[in-house]
Nanobody, 127 residues
């Protein structure tokens, strides 16, 4: 059974860091676009950072550019999201999602393009 599981969320003070992980089982993340999406209370799910199937193209939402870094760990079939300098507005449920194999998406980080989703992990930035 194909499954994505997010981990690494939690409560952190403003200015702190968290590293989210998205582990896949039952299939390989290689050659698939992978995205991290955030849903804040009362808001629509938005694309935060996505990496293309070839790793050539990486997208960051303007609100996180320069603070977040997405990376693919093929050896462990995992994708990470390093989040630094966290702000209260980064609070929300973070989901990872995988696209179809060897498929290029344009735009890269639109939630509707991704077919397999994890259950999400809560990130709360608060003092």
């Amino acid at each position: 059974q194909s499954q994505l599981v997010e981990s690494g969320g939690g409560l952190v003070q403003p200015g702190g860091s968290l590293k989210l992980s998205c582990a896949a089982s039952g299939f390989t993340l290689d050659y698939r676009a992978i995205g991290w999406f955030r849903q804040a209370p009362g808001k629509e799910r938005e694309g935060i950072s996505c990496i293309s199937s070839t790793d050539i193209t990486i997208f960051y939402a303007p609100s996180v550019r320069g603070r977040f870094t997405i990376s693919r760990d093929s050896a462990n079939n995992t994708v990470h999201l390093q989040m630094n300098s966290l702000k209260p507005e980064d609070t929300g449920v973070y989901y990872c999602a995988a696209g179809a194999p060897r498929t290029f998406y344009s735009p890269l980080c639109a939630p509707r393009a991704y077919e397999l989703w994890g259950q999400g992990t809560q990130v709360t930035v608060s003092s």
